[in-house]
Nanobody, 120 residues
Framework: QVQLVESGGGLVQTGGSLRLSCAASGSRFSINAMGWYRQAPGKQRELVARITSGGGTNYADSVKGRFTISRDNAKNTWYLQMNSLKPEDTAVYYC??????????????WGQGTQVTVSS
């Protein structure tokens, strides 16, 4: 059974930093891509950052230059370093793992979510 365990959320002041971690376990399949999404109250879940097994990354425009996604393949763990945080970054952050089941099939799993609150 796949488990994604997140850690690192919390309360921080504007301009501060936080680092989120997500550790995956329980699957014999390889992870095709790892990502972070967030959902603020009353809004849809949105992509924050994503990194593929090949190392390619993409970021939401709103976080470019402030957030960095990285991974440790050996540990099946990925991170989101968030700097220069703004109140509009306040949301529940979810990690996502896209497993490759076959050449043409992937399956997504989600972490439980961690609250990030940025005070003004």
């Amino acid at each position: 059974q796949v488990q994604l365990v997140e850690s690192g959320g919390g309360l921080v002041q504007t301009g501060g930093s936080l680092r989120l971690s997500c550790a995956a376990s329980g699957s014999r399949f390889s992870i095709n891509a790892m990502g972070w999404y967030r959902q603020a109250p009353g809004k849809q879940r949105e992509l924050v950052a994503r990194i593929t097994s090949g190392g390619g990354t993409n970021y939401a425009d709103s976080v470019k230059g402030r957030f960095t996604i990285s991974r440790d393949n050996a540990k099946n763990t990925w991170y989101l370093q968030m700097n220069s945080l703004k109140p509009e970054d306040t949301a529940v952050y979810y990690c996502n793992a896209q497993y490759r089941i076959t050449l043409g099939t992937t399956r997504d799993y989600w972490g439980q979510g961690t609250q990030v609150t940025v005070s003004s």
